[in-house]
Structure formats: structure tokens, C-alpha cells
């Protein structure tokens, strides 16, 4: 079962950090379908929001096709986001947790380490297709040792 997390201070929509958190769930697996959403009432409770905004962050999963209305039974998960690439076991996902590990034991803090990634994000998507560094797992650069 998700929990939302309401972020006052964040300059985004509240309906949006809403829909954000389900789509962020259902890409790493958290909900999948046929799972139930918290019941407008229960997000109420939990994140003190106005009943309508919870609704409209429903609706918009809705039109995105994410989840369904059933009358008297509640919303339910009706597509899964998740790619076995992100999935809890995955390599990448683990060499990810031991980045962020290494980033924080640096000094790095949350939006230190969100900053990078945003711009991390942003060169990979700046480079043609093929050109990942050749750092990459079983792709690495042979040492000046290994070409002499």
C-alpha cells in the first residue's frame, strides 16, 4: 500500500506530488495491478488535502489509463510502470544504491545528489545513441598497464 507524502513547500501541484508518487510506485514495482489505492478519505486523513485534490490526482491516473474506478469497491491499479531494470534485485539498481551510499559518505546531501543526477540525466540524453562511456559494466577501458 503506498503512502503519500505531501511536500507544502515544493512549488509542484499537489494533485501532481499525488500522481508523481503513483507513477514513481508503480515504475519500481510497489503497485501493481489490481492493487487497491488508498481511499480518498484515507489520503485525507493521512496528508490534511482537500478531498477534490485527491480526487483530481484519481482522475488524471485515470485518463493516464493507470488505475480504475469501481463504485463502492474503490480505485484500483490497472497497468504496471515497472521494468525488470528497476525491479528491487536488479544490478542496476544496486550499483545505483552504492553510488547514492558513496555520495552521502562523500558529503553530498539529498539535493546534492538529485542535482547530479538531473544532470547526469541530461548528458546521457545529450549523446547519439551508442556512444555510452565505455566505463560501463563489461565494457571498461582496458588500464595503460594492459596496453603496454
Known sequence: MIEFQ???????????QLVNQVKQAL?????EPGDRLPTARAVVEATAINPNTVLKAYRELEREGLVEPRPGQGTFVTRSLSRPEAAADSPLRADLVDWVTRAH???????????????ALAEAAARPRGAERSTRAGTERPSREDTQ
Do not use: I, K, Q
Not at 505531501?6 to 501532481?16: F, I, K, W
Not at 515504475?27 to 503497485?31: A, D, M, W
Not at 559518505?105 to 544532470?119: F, K, N
Open 105 to 119: 559518505a562523500a558529503g553530498l546531501g539529498r539535493e546534492d545528489v538529485l542535482a547530479l543526477v538531473e544532470a
Open 6 to 16: 505531501v511536500n507544502r513547500h515544493s512549488g509542484v501541484a499537489t494533485y501532481l
Open 27 to 31: 515504475r519500481l514495482g510497489v503497485l
